[in-house]
């Protein structure tokens, strides 16, 4: 399921696909898709499954995370995530967090697919009972989130803070990656419930604890032929996709946020270099007037980048260029909320996917991608780089399906303990 987009729907594509494959920069041609990961590497590729037990947290950022290549871990828990078989007994959940108010995703039809965003809002242990008593119309997926102190979204919504005492906000597995959001994911469904086909902005720690989920992944390398609802942009070489009106660094800060944070960087060393000069002037150094004078332009210059930064969103008229899930507004205030239609969804209705006649007839390019599955048992961890596609189907009857996840924003680094290019993630 999508981590929202705050843009409302772009304009819708033709059926003949996208052909969006360079753009002109400065008289020349470049390819939007500068994907630079692992790819698929032949049509219905089964995805392979490793024991946790033998992935350090190094092995898996040198052979996963920095591959871009996705896995199923199987075997027990690691100890650090070991309290979420908490959550397999409802009872546990309903004590901790029945009188929550949550918004599930209802769907038209047990046919239908989720991914639309017809949300309705009910108490969880009202949800709880449905799901006990074989509802298989309503899914509780990714939550609204309000501001923190900072104005930025916070980590995780009400819900998940009363559980937060069950699970790490950062597992050992994923090293330096830093956390953006963490989810309860939970529904029922005899047949299997499809998310829709979509991809996340970040890169995804995915724990099923009931049930199990089967999924249909395609690499970034593919985003042309996939039909999603918005214009792409830019495929980042680490996978990361932006949208028209949605442009993002690779690591997904929006542009204005990413310059800011630069030229309050660099205005903090300007005033250091001032502060080491007035000294220097006092003790009567040699060359200290001089040194003065530099640091003084020097911060003379950091003060204009800040006025720039902070400038810059307002000469755009259109207002919308911040990244989908960057926009930010006052504190106490609902931020990075759920969206109907949502950018990253594709168009592709999932009852066409396995139907190569009808895609041909509708959405061909689809029939050039490369798609690998992955069943993911209760007890398993999918790890799914940021902006990979999938069509998750759900299955669980009884006690349903339910799940847990950690999304992280994307790295684009190339080392364990830096695993991004810049400090600009706390």
Same mark, same amino acid.
């Given at each position: 399921?999508?981590?929202?987009?705050?843009?409302?729907?772009?304009?819708? %594509?033709?059926?003949?696909?996208?052909?969006?494959?360079?753009?002109?920069?400065?008289?020349?041609?470049?390819?939007?898709?500068?994907?630079?990961?692992?790819?698929?590497?032949?049509?219905?590729?089964?995805?392979?499954?490793?024991?946790?037990?033998?992935?350090?947290?190094?092995?898996?950022?040198?052979?996963?995370?920095?591959?871009?290549?996705?896995?199923?871990?199987?075997?027990?828990?690691?100890?650090?995530?070991?309290?979420?078989?908490?959550?397999?007994?409802?009872?546990?959940?309903?004590?901790?967090?029945?009188?929550?108010?949550?918004?599930?995703?209802?769907?038209?039809?047990?046919?239908?697919?989720?991914?639309?965003?017809?949300?309705?809002?009910?108490?969880?242990?009202?949800?709880?009972?449905?799901?006990?008593?074989?509802?298989?119309?309503?899914?509780?997926?990714?939550?609204?989130?309000?501001?923190?102190?900072?104005?930025?979204?916070?980590?995780?919504?009400?819900?998940?803070?009363?559980?937060?005492?069950?699970?790490?906000?950062?597992?050992?597995?994923?090293?330096?990656?830093?956390?953006?959001?963490?989810?309860?994911?939970?529904?029922?469904?005899?047949?299997?419930?499809?998310? @829709?086909?979509?991809?996340?902005?970040?890169?995804?720690?995915?724990?099923?604890?009931?049930?199990?989920?089967?999924?249909?992944?395609?690499?970034? %390398?593919?985003?042309?032929?996939?039909?999603?609802?918005?214009?792409?942009?830019?495929?980042?070489?680490?996978? %990361?996709?932006?949208?028209?009106?949605?442009?993002?660094?690779?690591?997904?800060?929006?542009?204005?946020?990413?310059?800011?944070?630069?030229?309050?960087?660099?205005?903090?060393?300007?005033?250091?270099?001032?502060?080491?000069?007035?000294?220097?002037?006092?003790?009567?150094?040699?060359?200290?007037?001089?040194?003065?004078?530099?640091?003084?332009?020097?911060?003379?210059?950091?003060?204009?980048?800040?006025?720039?930064?902070?400038? @810059?969103?307002?000469?755009?008229?259109?207002?919308?260029?911040?990244?989908?899930?960057?926009?930010?507004?006052?504190? @106490?205030?609902?931020?990075?909320?759920?969206?109907?239609?949502?950018?990253?969804?594709?168009?592709?209705?999932?009852?066409?996917?396995?139907?190569?006649?009808?895609?041909?007839?509708?959405?061909?390019?689809?029939?050039?991608?490369?798609?690998?599955?992955?069943?993911?048992?209760?007890?398993?961890?999918?790890?799914?780089?940021?902006?990979?596609?999938?069509?998750?189907?759900?299955?669980?009857? @009884?006690?349903?399906?339910?799940?847990?996840?950690?999304?992280?924003?994307?790295?684009?680094?190339?080392?364990?303990?830096?695993?991004?290019?810049?400090?600009?993630?706390?």
């Amino acid at each position: 399921m999508s981590k929202r987009s705050l843009s409302e729907g772009q304009s819708p %594509r033709p059926n003949k696909g996208s052909k969006l494959t360079t753009s002109i920069i400065n008289g020349g041609e470049t390819s939007i898709n500068q994907y630079a990961g692992w790819a698929v590497p032949a049509k219905d590729y089964d995805l392979p499954t490793i024991n946790i037990a033998d992935m350090t947290p190094e092995l898996f950022y040198n052979e996963h995370v920095k591959q871009r290549r996705p896995v199923v871990l199987n075997g027990a828990l690691p100890a650090d995530l070991s309290r979420l078989e908490k959550w397999r007994d409802y009872s546990y959940l309903e004590e901790k967090v029945g009188s929550q108010s949550i918004m599930v995703e209802k769907r038209s039809s047990a046919n239908a697919s989720f991914g639309k965003g017809n949300e309705i809002r009910m108490p969880f242990k009202k949800f709880l009972r449905l799901i006990r008593e074989g509802d298989d119309q309503h899914y509780l997926t990714t939550q609204d989130v309000l501001a923190n102190l900072d104005g930025r979204p916070d980590l995780m919504s009400p819900l998940m803070k009363v559980l937060q005492e069950d699970f790490p906000l950062r597992p050992s597995l994923i090293g330096s990656l830093v956390p953006q959001n963490i989810n309860m994911w939970m529904g029922n469904s005899k047949n299997g419930a499809s998310s @829709g086909l979509h991809h996340d902005y970040h890169d995804n720690l995915y724990i099923v604890l009931k049930g199990r989920k089967r999924f249909r992944l395609y690499s970034p %390398r593919d985003s042309e032929k996939l039909y999603t609802r918005g214009e792409l942009l830019k495929v980042h070489a680490n996978g %990361r996709i932006n949208y028209v009106g949605e442009e993002t660094t690779a690591y997904g800060a929006d542009l204005y946020s990413d310059a800011a944070a630069l030229a309050a960087r660099q205005k903090d060393e300007a005033e250091k270099m001032l502060e080491e000069a007035e000294r220097a002037v006092g003790e009567g150094r040699p060359g200290a007037e001089e040194q003065r004078e530099r640091a003084e332009e020097e911060l003379e210059r950091a003060m204009d980048a800040v006025l720039d930064a902070e400038m @810059g969103g307002d000469e755009d008229d259109g207002g919308d260029a911040i990244a989908c899930e960057e926009q930010y507004e006052d504190k @106490g205030r609902l931020v990075d909320k759920t969206v109907k239609n949502p950018n990253n969804f594709s168009k592709v209705d999932v009852n066409c996917l396995e139907d190569k006649e009808k895609l041909k007839e509708t959405y061909p390019d689809l029939l050039d991608a490369d798609a690998a599955f992955c069943h993911v048992e209760a007890g398993s961890i999918l790890y799914l780089p940021a902006s990979w596609f999938h069509e998750v189907t759900s299955y669980g009857t @009884g006690d349903g399906h339910l799940a847990m996840n950690y999304w992280f924003h994307p790295p684009d680094g190339n080392d364990f303990d830096v695993p991004y290019s810049t400090d600009f993630w706390p």
